[in-house]
């Protein structure tokens, strides 16, 4: 049995088609009823929560996802029961054990409808706004979760007192200005200890007038902050004609998305009332009294350790001309671009079922909806009834996601990660409830709003997470086609995707190829590379279009190939030209050193695994030269077998990401030793004995229940922002192992 302590056992997670909701001391299953006895917390539960939910980040920042875990596993797992094949060579029997282990333990974290619930927090930032939305609108969370959230926000305290952007970042003003106040909404008393320390730190790196934009605008909202010290926002710029190369149209989605509400929040000067923790605050956190600072000098103002991107010159013109402009400006433009966008938010409500694409926009659309309809509202009440989807409970406390979870993303890539290998057939029972995932999962329909509101035709594409949340992306929809097809392959089902839905999948990916050749994630790139200028985040890099990148594009081409193999008379000649496009670009994005950058992950060795499955995928089938395309698998492999630790194994760290330059860990870590090793397999390198240490380090790093520990974070999104995939840990080795098992002990 593991160990499962005493609080842990009052939160159990609950799942329907996907949605997860944590509910405390929970006596049925039923969603609706999961806040039943939230606030029915006693001083001793809340005791036991301090001393059960104590964390060590300093060993590990992140969590191993612990609280669901151990419970799932306690009470349905069993060792596998079926006929496991044997092998005279008691190496090669090593790892068909080893992989069956990997694979039973993982299908026990299944759940009842088919995905792979799992962690996806690590930003840092998200949380703060969740609970900025709580406390403008007068809607607190129940006791349980603001305990929870407590210990989630001290146990990611850094050991010089301040908060990073996120749970293995070092400290800066953002992070820990956000997690301050929130700690302090939450109850905390300014004398606390910790907090002393914290706003220590806050004042010897010049107070929070040094806080970047984003969160300029949340203390702008808690009344902490001028409204006249941020720069403007300029709503009526939704107004534009949808010609002009700067209408908020063309920017990538999330930040659309964000820069929406915002935008209704700035032009409606939104602020909480003063009151005694609002006027407390004002003296905490900043080194002047809060009504001597020159607000309008404070618009550019940022602590260095914030400044990750440096404000283009055209983004100050463009800010002296609006800043301008909020002092003369005509308040019939300003009325009608406010219902505008008032309108606009309500329709990614109704598209997303009140998710909304992500958690940032998530928190901001419910201040909106509050402040435009009411507390009391029908909207608003379908807002909070969503915030739940967004939190987390781990061994490290009370977290919100990065986006309502990664259903359909994880179980497509543990899908084909069993399958790869012959011994994935044993457990044909999980492949059965994942096919019904995905199946459930696949976009059958369009809002009526659609088109109105700029979206990228969906019918036939996968998203993220789940279906409610209905954002379509490119390669989540490749995902979801290879797992359908790996399924159908594998006939271990009777299909439920038939051939029409195959199609319209096949569709939708190639209708979002980007004219370079490669393919972006939610919607075809809308605007030239210049339009980044504009960024006006200090924190986060190329946020500003929706880029083309090696993953994305990779996994477009090889579901296309599969797609191909399995379809040949459906648009062949048509799919022939993307893939040929595709192929060019992800040889055009190789570096000098044979490795690709990664987007989405940690780093190189994750982009380089993407592009080498994509062109060993296909290799000697007539798409591109094959003299390139073997070139491009040389320089690959002496890439990999260059970063070679002497364990064995590979890894990486964050900075990686934000740095552009391979940034080795201390220590081998599973998941980048996974991507690798799936890299060198395909990739046909002929070093057997780099490959076989390779899988060496995964076998000694198995745990005897058949789990691998959670290692560094792994995730990343706009170079500068790290976030947990906890079932890359199980996934990817299960998969490396299986296409070990498949090419060299398979018969």
Same mark, same amino acid.
């Given at each position: 049995m593991l160990n499962v302590k005493k609080s842990w056992k009052n939160w159990q997670l609950l799942t329907e088609k996907g949605r997860h909701i944590w509910a405390f001391k929970s006596e049925s299953k039923n969603m609706s009823q999961h806040l039943q006895h939230a606030d029915n917390i006693s001083t001793e539960e809340i005791k036991q929560f301090a001393q059960d939910f104590q964390f060590d980040k300093f060993s590990n920042p992140n969590s191993g996802d612990k609280v669901f875990r151990n419970a799932a596993i306690n009470a349905k797992f069993h060792e596998f029961s079926g006929k496991i094949p044997q092998s005279e060579d008691p190496e090669q029997q090593k790892i068909t054990n080893a992989l069956i282990k990997g694979i039973n333990y993982f299908t026990f974290l299944q759940s009842d409808e088919g995905h792979w619930p799992g962690d996806y927090g690590g930003p840092l930032f998200l949380l703060p706004g969740l609970l900025i939305a709580s406390y403008i609108s007068d809607t607190p969370f129940p006791k349980a979760h603001q305990?929870?959230?407590?210990?989630?926000?001290?146990?990611?305290?850094?050991?010089?007192?301040?908060?990073?952007?996120?749970?293995?970042?070092?400290?800066?003003?953002?992070?820990?200005?956000?997690?301050?106040?929130?700690?302090?909404?939450?109850?905390?008393?300014?004398?606390?200890?910790?907090?002393?320390?914290?706003?220590?730190?806050?004042?010897?790196?010049?107070?929070?007038?040094?806080?970047?934009?984003?969160?300029?605008?949340?203390?702008?909202?808690?009344?902490?902050?001028?409204?006249?010290?941020?720069?403007?926002?300029?709503?009526?710029?939704?107004?534009?004609?949808?010609?002009?190369?700067?209408?908020?149209?063309?920017?990538?989605?999330?930040?659309?998305?964000?820069?929406?509400?915002?935008?209704y929040c700035y032009a409606q000067r939104i602020k909480a009332p003063e009151n005694e923790l609002i006027l407390s605050l004002r003296e905490e956190i900043y080194n002047e009294a809060f009504d001597t600072i020159n607000w309008p000098k404070q618009r550019n103002t940022v602590c260095g350790k914030d400044a990750y991107t440096i404000p283009s010159p055209v983004l100050k013109w463009m800010n002296f001309f609006t800043n301008t402009y909020e002092k003369i400006l005509n308040p019939w433009l300003r009325k009608k671009a406010v219902a505008y966008i008032l309108k606009y938010l309500n329709a990614e409500d109704a598209q997303t079922d009140y998710i909304n694409i992500g958690p940032v926009n998530k928190a901001?659309?419910?201040?909106?909806?509050?402040?435009?309809?009411?507390?009391?509202?029908?909207?608003?009440?379908?807002?909070?009834?969503?915030?739940?989807?967004?939190?987390?409970?781990?061994?490290?406390?009370?977290?919100?996601?990065?986006?309502?979870?990664?259903?359909?993303?994880?179980?497509?890539?543990?899908?084909?990660?069993?399958?790869?290998?012959?011994?994935?057939?044993?457990?044909?029972?999980?492949?059965?409830?994942?096919?019904?995932?995905?199946?459930?999962?696949?976009?059958?329909?369009?809002?009526?709003?659609?088109?109105?509101?700029?979206?990228?035709?969906?019918?036939?594409?996968?998203?993220?997470?789940?279906?409610?949340?209905?954002?379509?992306?490119?390669?989540?929809?490749?995902?979801?086609?290879?797992?359908?097809?790996?399924?159908?392959?594998?006939?271990?089902?009777?299909?439920?995707?038939? =051939?029409?839905?195959?199609?319209? @999948?096949?569709?939708?990916?190639?209708?979002? &190829?980007?004219? !370079? +050749? #490669? %393919?972006?994630?939610?919607?075809?790139?809308?605007?030239?590379?210049?339009?980044?200028?504009?960024?006006?985040?200090?924190?986060?890099?190329?946020?500003?279009?929706?880029?083309?990148?090696?993953?994305?594009?990779?996994?477009?081409?090889?579901?296309?190939?599969?797609?191909?193999?399995?379809?040949?008379?459906?648009?062949?000649?048509?799919?022939?030209?993307?893939?040929?496009?595709?192929?060019?670009?992800?040889?055009?994005?190789?570096?000098?050193?044979?490795?690709?950058?990664?987007?989405?992950?940690?780093?190189?060795?994750?982009?380089?695994?993407?592009?080498?499955?994509?062109?060993?995928?296909?290799?000697?089938?007539?798409?591109?030269?094959?003299?390139?395309? =073997?070139?491009?698998?040389?320089? @690959?492999?002496?890439?990999?077998?260059?970063? &070679?630790?002497? !364990? +064995? #194994? %590979?890894?990486?760290?964050?900075?990686?990401?934000?740095k552009l330059v391979y940034t080795e860990s201390e220590e081998s870590q599973v998941v980048n030793t996974a991507w690798a090793l799936l890299a060198l397999i395909a990739a046909d390198f002929n070093g057997k004995i780099v490959i076989e240490k390779g899988v060496k380090l995964l076998l000694s790093r198995q745990a005897v229940i058949g789990d691998w520990s959670q290692e560094n974070i792994s995730g990343v999104f706009n170079y500068n922002c790290m976030i947990t995939y906890s079932n890359y840990r199980n996934v990817f080795p299960i998969w490396a192992l299986s296409r070990y098992y498949r090419r060299y002990v398979q018969e």
């Open positions: 305990e929870m959230m407590k210990i989630y926000l001290f146990n990611h305290q850094n050991k010089d007192a301040g908060w990073g952007m996120h749970i293995e970042g070092e400290s800066t003003m953002f992070g820990t200005v956000m997690q301050y106040v929130s700690l302090r909404i939450l109850g905390v008393e300014k004398d606390n200890e910790q907090l002393v320390k914290a706003r220590a730190w806050i004042s010897q790196h010049g107070g929070a007038t040094g806080i970047p934009s984003w969160g300029k605008f949340y203390l702008s909202i808690l009344n902490l902050y001028a409204w006249e010290g941020f720069n403007s926002l300029f709503p009526e710029m939704w107004l534009f004609p949808k010609w002009l190369p700067v209408h908020p149209w063309r920017y990538w989605c999330h930040s659309r998305m964000v820069y929406l509400p915002m935008a901001i659309n419910s201040i909106c909806i509050w402040h435009g309809y009411g507390k009391d509202s029908v909207q608003f009440k379908k807002h909070v009834a969503r915030w739940y989807d967004y939190l987390w409970v781990a061994e490290d406390g009370m977290k919100m996601s990065g986006y309502n979870g990664s259903q359909l993303w994880d179980t497509a890539f543990a899908t084909r990660a069993i399958l790869e290998s012959d011994l994935g057939k044993l457990f044909a029972g999980t492949i059965a409830k994942s096919y019904q995932f995905i199946d459930h999962s696949q976009i059958a329909v369009e809002h009526s709003t659609h088109a109105e509101f700029f979206r990228h035709p969906m019918i036939g594409s996968w998203p993220f997470s789940t279906a409610e949340n209905g954002w379509p992306v490119a390669d989540c929809t490749a995902e979801g086609l290879s797992a359908t097809i790996a399924i159908h392959h594998s006939g271990l089902v009777v299909p439920l995707i038939d =051939e029409a839905r195959i199609k319209q @999948a096949i569709d939708v990916i190639l209708s979002y &190829q980007n004219s !370079d +050749g #490669g %393919w972006a994630t939610y919607e075809l790139t809308r605007a030239p590379k210049w339009l980044e200028k504009l960024n006006p985040s200090e924190v986060f890099a190329d946020i500003m279009i929706d880029y083309s990148w090696t993953e994305c594009t990779a996994a477009c081409v090889i579901s296309l190939l599969e797609a191909q193999e399995a379809y040949p008379d459906y648009k062949n000649n048509e799919i022939h030209v993307a893939i040929i496009a595709g192929l060019k670009f992800i040889l055009e994005q190789q570096k000098a050193d044979g490795s690709w950058y990664g987007g989405w992950a940690v780093c190189f060795t994750y982009a380089t695994w993407f592009g080498v499955e994509a062109i060993s995928k296909a290799k000697g089938k007539g798409f591109y030269n094959e003299t390139v395309l =073997e070139g491009s698998l040389n320089r @690959a492999c002496e890439f990999l077998v260059g970063k &070679q630790k002497a !364990d +064995g #194994g %590979w890894g990486e760290t964050f900075e990686s990401c934000s």
